[in-house]
């Protein structure tokens, strides 16, 4: 596979715009800036090497840890911090929160706080996609906790029947809240899940973006071609708690180091474009700079922007 230096460069740039905008949303939640608690993908930025992938008008579903995702698929992250924030700036006028940016204009049909249920969901446009064959894809992105979930079987099997373009991402970071993957999931081998219906079904390092990349192509290239539904378990890693303030007391600091020292997403791609000659010590700081100046300027913009008025409280809600 040869990939451009630019097109390499954005994967970059999209990681650690990733890092930088969930880094700062811990003390934005004790500061009371950020209404409720957030669900942070820092470890997870190799998974986002399955958006490049998709075109603008390829549907994804997303879960309650999808920043990142979100921002690679082009979402805005003014709008996206703004929403954070309960402002009326925000992609869903404030109302939806983290868990539930949704911005149908570039295929981001909603994020999910009902654990598993996007890979039902997921089946919609797929079947809307096929029927009117218009060669769109259409991605679920759930955890291996959320793959416990009856719901997840259920979007498999209708996919499979159905040959839908449907593409299943299972992002096993290894705890599901305080629950490790090892007590709660049947079997180690999550790709037994797809492999179950039917489903092709592939492991991937989430750490090494491309090869995460390299596979989705792949399974995408199957979908549009009509071979029907996939499914890739990206092993992968968080490092924060699963949700700002938890306790933590599940997992020993050392095991959190061991994974940042060896496996981190960005630190192997830096190393692997400096390897390249694509990249140097100075240029990453700059690009590290460029992308926390983007989120400093969302901060702002969603800290300046006016919380959504009393009278528009049933507006854009379904009752
Ligand atoms: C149907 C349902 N059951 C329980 C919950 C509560 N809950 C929220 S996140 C979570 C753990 C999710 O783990 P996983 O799917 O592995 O995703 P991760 O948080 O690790 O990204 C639980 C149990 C929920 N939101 N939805």
Redesign the pocket.
Known sequence: MKLSKEKLSDMLEKMLLARAFDTPLDDLVFESKIPATV?QCIGQEGNIGTIFPLNKDDYIFT???SHGLLLAKGLDPKKMMAEIFGKSTGYNKGKGGSMHITAPEYGAMGSN?????VTVLVNGPSFYSKLKKLNRVSVAY??????N?GFVHEGMNLAAIWKLPTIFVL???H???A?A?EYACSTQDLALRGKAYGIPSYNVDGSDILEVYTKMQEVVENARNNKGPSLLVIDCY?YKG?QIGEPGGYRTEEEIQNYRNTKDPIMKFKKYLIGLGYLTEDKYIELEKKAKKIIDDAIKFADESPYPEPSETYTEVYV
Do not use: C, D, K, P
């Open positions: 669900h879960g309650h840890r706080g009902i654990l598993g249920y759930f955890g291996e906790g959320a793959s979930q992002e096993n970071n705890y599901a809240e629950t993957v968080r699963h």
